[in-house]
């Protein structure tokens, strides 16, 4: 560390407010839009920088730093004038202001708390913060408001840096869904068949069918192991997805043989996050279906699966027909009648084919540029907290040059 440093416990800096939060004092979101306005709500949230939303009414009229806990460790927020909190810990205000620099105070803690192994366990009370924060390296003010102006645009440009990526990402995406809702778009009444999901299964009995309901099926009768049941968590990003396991034995798969999954399956989520869809993958092991979902085993002579979901999500007619159907802006009432309903205009299979191949290229580029903007967000994240660490050793001489540079570009 460098001359003129020395180390001092948080609780000789600030003074800790614990604020308690009652549960008529909690902002939900109903109440930001009963009561609408420009004073910012800071929450517990890490997005957003723990931004809750605006509201009409404001707790603090001060520039003070707020702090919360969520999961892992200690968040910390710099509002500077008139805000609330809903769901954090409390506030620190310093003491004496001519010797300590809110900015340097809030980047010395962001730093700190980065290097202190924290039990999720511990609630965000003054105590927490009095027991691990008792050894802050601190400057004279100059050498504070020097080591924050230089913090300041540094972060500012991985700000700027950030922001273009999840830009760049954003307008990726909208081509991508375009490019996509155009190939759909192409089949057209009048010159293919129109047909229905019913039509489309296979002719066997419980081609198309929902989970088990009730009693069929309890909470109390999953195991750590066995076999799979799928649910909404496999289906809610439009691909088929591992997520949370559940599973039932092997006994009790024999009561439940008729919601078996199987390749090729199209799985549509019918409660909780309705209308999402996915294709039950060629490598699935032995499972059922939860009752949170419409199984369809498409006659695959007529029909891809693919192509089935596809046109589910992205053709017109499908997106009108379900829109019709809809509760509000939720699916409440999507049901395998509705889904069985569903019209379908349905092009040759080398048509299909060839939409599937189309799309699934589209999709392919999209992938490869959400890998590279999370190698960015990394890289980042890295960044600022290299440049934190150079800031409280004491080796922060000027803003990072030509990598601060690239990074803001």
């Not at 939720?330 to 049901?335: K, V």
Request: with cysteine; net charge neutral.
């Amino acid at each position: 560390m460098r001359d003129g440093w020395t180390y001092q416990s948080l609780d000789a800096l600030v003074e800790l407010e614990w604020v308690e939060l009652g549960r008529g004092k909690v902002i939900s979101k109903l109440d930001l839009a009963q009561t609408p306005g420009t004073y910012p709500v800071y929450s517990s949230a890490k997005e957003a920088d723990g931004k809750f939303g605006e509201y009409g009414l404001y707790m603090f009229d001060e520039e003070l730093i707020t702090w919360s806990v969520d999961g892992g460790g200690h968040l910390f927020h710099r509002p500077k004038h008139r805000f609330s909190v809903t769901n954090v810990g409390g506030t620190l205000r310093i003491l004496r202001r001519e010797k300590l620099d809110y900015r340097f105070l809030y980047y010395m803690l962001s730093y700190v708390q980065s290097t202190i192994p924290f039990d999720w366990v511990l609630k965000a009370h003054p105590s927490v913060l009095r027991r691990l924060y008792t050894h802050l390296p601190v400057p004279e003010l100059g050498e504070q408001k020097r080591v924050a102006s230089i913090l300041d645009e540094a972060f500012a440009g991985i700000a700027a840096a950030t922001t273009n990526a999840e830009k760049n990402l954003a307008n990726a995406r909208s081509l991508v869904d375009v490019a996509i809702e155009e190939q759909l778009s192409r089949i057209s009444q009048g010159q293919h068949q129109k047909t229905t999901v019913a039509q489309l299964a296979e002719d066997r009995k419980n081609s198309i069918r929902t989970g088990p309901f009730g009693s069929q099926l309890l909470h109390g009768e999953f195991v750590d192991e066995g076999i799979a049941v799928l649910g909404i968590d496999n289906v809610v990003q439009n691909q088929f997805r591992w997520d949370k396991r559940r599973y039932i034995t092997a006994e009790k798969f024999q009561e439940l043989t008729r919601y078996r999954v199987f390749p090729g399956d199209v799985l549509i989520s019918i409660m909780g996050t309705c209308g999402r869809c996915a294709v039950v993958p060629d490598d699935i092991p032995l499972a059922i279906n939860s009752k949170h979902l419409c199984c369809i085993s498409v006659d695959q002579s007529l029909c891809l699966p693919e192509f089935l979901k596809l046109y589910f999500l992205h053709h017109p007619m499908a997106k009108n027909y379900l829109e019709e159907r809809a509760s509000g802006a939720i699916m409440a009432g999507l049901n395998m009648g509705i889904i069985k309903d569903l019209p379908v205009l349905l092009p040759s299979v080398n048509e299909q084919a060839e939409i599937v191949m189309t799309c699934d290229k589209l999709s392919r580029g999209l992938s490869d540029l959400t890998v590279l903007y999370s190698r960015k967000r990394a890289h980042l994240a890295e960044l600022k907290q290299a440049i934190l660490r150079q800031a409280f050793s004491g080796e922060l001489t000027a803003l990072p040059g030509a990598e601060m540079q690239d990074e803001a570009a």
